[in-house]
Nanobody, 124 residues
Framework: QVQLVESGGGLVQAGGSLRLSCAAS????????MGWFRQAPGKEREFVAA????????GYADSVKGRFTISRDNGKNTVYLQMNNLKSEDTAIYYC?????????????????WGQGTQVTVSS
């Protein structure tokens, strides 16, 4: 089992920045691929970013590429999502998730463990 707890969400004006954190506990964190997803009201949960266990492989959704940065600190069992130049369309609940160390998955069903989510609201 892996337990994930997100933090860092909030209300920010368009063009602003936020950094989300996801603290992991339980099974060995460093062996998992870690991902961030988001879900806006009335929409399906969508992939945002993922990072391999060693941090050497990273992938982003086209909608956030160049604005968001995913990183991880295996010593602190924490993964981060730095979000810059936020737009109103980034408003959503953001979820942290963990997947087995195979490739760089982008689909919801490929992730085994999920946090409870943190709300990000961007005002225009």
């Amino acid at each position: 089992q892996v337990q994930l707890v997100e933090s860092g969400g909030g209300l920010v004006q368009a063009g602003g920045s936020l950094r989300l954190s996801c603290a992991a506990s339980g099974r060995t964190f460093s062996s998992n691929v870690m991902g961030w997803f988001r879900q806006a009201p009335g929409k399906e949960r969508e992939f945002v970013a993922a990072i391999s266990w060693g941090g050497g492989r990273i992938g982003y959704a086209d909608s956030v590429k160049g604005r968001f940065t995913i990183s991880r600190d295996n010593g602190k069992n924490t993964v981060y999502l730095q979000m810059n130049n936020l737009k109103s369309e980034d408003t959503a609940i953001y979820y942290c998730a963990a997947a087995p160390p195979r490739g760089l998955p982008r689909l919801v069903y490929e992730y085994d463990y999920w946090g409870q989510g943190t709300q990000v609201t961007v005002s225009s």
